[in-house]
Nanobody
Framework: VQLQASGGGAVQAGGSLRLSCAAS????????MAWFRQAPGKEREFVGA????????YYADSVKGRFSISRNNAKDTVYLQMNALRSEDTAVYYCAASPSVIQSNLASHDAYAHWGQGTLVTVSS
């Protein structure tokens, strides 16, 4: 599975951005798609995940109610809609895919075999 992330940029606090992650290749093997982020000097952090078949979504507490993940089935593209952005949301955002991760382990970046390149989101206050 190949992943191509896009949509990052600079935005003021309180604004919105939508990131995209286009998947190609053996997407029928995907069980979950996820978004992670990594701020300078910090560890990679789970943002949220979407069950590939069924569409159930899961979010980190830090983004719950502000971020949402959706999927365009026809395009095999997953979106991360980010609203009410805060300066602490500044990070490089990565999409990831796994054929085998289980729900209880969604937040573990080691559980994902496929990664897109990062896209930078900068939120200014």
């Amino acid at each position: 599975v190949q992943l191509q992330a896009s949509g990052g940029g600079a935005v003021q606090a309180g604004g919105s951005l939508r990131l995209s992650c286009a998947a190609s290749g053996r997407t029928f093997n995907v069980r979950y798609m996820a978004w992670f982020r990594q701020a300078p000097g910090k560890e990679r952090e789970f943002v949220g995940a979407l069950r590939w078949n069924g569409g159930h979504t899961y979010y980190a507490d830090s983004v719950k109610g502000r971020f949402s993940i959706s999927r365009n089935n026809a395009k095999d593209t997953v979106y991360l809609q980010m609203n009410a952005l805060r300066s602490e949301d500044t990070a490089v955002y990565y999409c990831a895919a796994s054929p085998s991760v289980i729900q209880s382990n969604l937040a573990s970046h080691d559980a994902y075999a496929h990664w897109g390149q990062g896209t930078l989101v900068t939120v200014s206050s």
